[in-house]
């Protein structure tokens, strides 16, 4: 694997753990697919509302840590337990971020 392709990869579940802590940090741990790509702009990831879609989906396909469902034209993530316990380091996910120490 390229330097070029491990930083892709790197990039990618930097973006879902991302999406992850700001679902978890959610009353609810409900967030639409826009204020998600205003979080994800907060940390220097300014993306697409179809590449954060489709990172939504993976989260809930791939790794089973959101449901997702679409009112109007907005998607709508929510957290799941497994999606919590991957943010609060109870399980790792593969191609998620593994989530620093607490502060």
């Known amino acids: 694997m390229s330097l070029a392709d491990e930083y892709k990869d790197w990039r990618l579940e930097n973006v879902r753990l991302i999406i992850l802590k700001a679902l978890a940090?959610?009353?609810?741990?409900?967030m639409n697919d826009y204020g998600l790509s205003k979080e994800l702009e907060a940390f220097g990831h300014r993306k697409t509302t179809d590449f954060v879609r489709n990172q939504l989906l993976w989260l809930e396909e791939e790794a089973g840590?959101?449901?997702?469902?679409?009112i109007g034209t907005a998607m709508m993530a929510e957290?799941?337990?497994?999606?919590?316990?991957h943010v609060e380091r109870r399980h790792q996910l593969i191609g998620v971020q593994a989530p620093g120490d607490p502060d």
């Open 65 to 70: 840590a959101v449901r997702t469902r679409v």
């Open 25 to 30: 940090a959610e009353r609810g741990g409900v």
């Open 79 to 85: 957290l799941t337990k497994t999606g919590r316990d």
